[in-house]
T-cell receptor
Framework: GQQVMQIPQYQHVQEGEDFTTYCNSSTTLSNIQWYKQRPGGHPVFLIQLVKSGEVKKQKRLTFQFGEAKKNSSLHITATQTTDVGTYFCAGPRSQGNLIFGKGTKLSVKP | NAGVTQTPKFQVLKTGQSMTLQCAQDMNHEYMSWYRQDPGMGLRLIHYSVGAGITDQGEVPNGYNVSRSTTEDFPLRLLSAAPSQTSVYFC??????????????FGPGTRLTVL
């Protein structure tokens, strides 16, 4: 069946270091979404990418959608303690709901 | 707007008990869904609804029932709780079909422990 895989599962960084999480789909996606979940919280939508090769930026966060629309990445420049949490990518299923990756848990050491 | 609300926040059940997790949204969203989140497993879809009176199964529907009598409410029923249902449950809603046109808004979650 359709799968969305994320790596790494965990990432520990020193504050100020960069961080990247990668998302790979077993099928071509019409779009990909990214969510952030703070510890003890609920997932919160960050961004949606639709076009092949699309790059979007939100302050220190850079999101990319691959040319083949099967992979995506989230890069955080100069991490801060406020970036701590789990980052999920999600892609659409044919039934009109989302399939989520297992997430990358980011911890930041001050 | 309150957004998506869930009750209770925490619940402890004994094996075999039944209960209903409540979910409500005040954004007039047609699409609602239930996920469970387990460590290392991400978010897995239990059931979803594309509008009042219409529900369908997700990835892990066994042991759960849903109904959608109004646009606002989408309760999740555990028929006979089992320890394997210990998890954090999230309700989510979106205006249109999630992943096709719209993002999902998540509720704060219910942490369920089954002893």
């Amino acid at each position: 069946g359709q799968q969305v895989m994320q790596i790494p599962q965990y990432q520990h960084v020193q504050e100020g270091e960069d961080f990247t999480t990668y998302c790979n789909s077993s099928t071509t996606l019409s779009n990909i979404q990214w969510y952030k979940q703070r510890p003890g919280g609920h997932p919160v939508f960050l961004i949606q990418l639709v076009k092949s090769g699309e790059v979007k930026k939100q302050k220190r966060l850079t999101f990319q959608f691959g040319e083949a629309k099967k992979n995506s990445s989230l890069h955080i420049t100069a991490t801060q303690t406020t970036d701590v949490g789990t980052y999920f990518c999600a892609g659409p299923r044919s039934q009109g709901n989302l399939i989520f990756g297992k997430g990358t848990k980011l911890s930041v050491k001050p | 707007n309150a957004g998506v609300t869930q009750t209770p926040k925490f619940q402890v059940l004994k094996t075999g008990q039944s209960m209903t997790l409540q979910c409500a949204q005040d954004m007039n969203h047609e699409y609602m869904s239930w996920y469970r989140q387990d460590p290392g497993m991400g978010l897995r879809l239990i059931h979803y609804s594309v509008g009042a009176g219409i529900t369908d199964q997700g990835e892990v529907p066994n042991g759960y029932n849903v109904s959608r009598s109004t646009t606002e409410d989408f309760p999740l029923r555990l028929l006979s709780a089992a320890p394997s249902q210990t998890s954090v449950y999230f309700c989510a809603s979106s205006y249109g079909l999630a992943g096709v046109t719209d993002t999902q808004y998540f509720g704060p979650g219910t942490r369920l422990t089954v002893l």
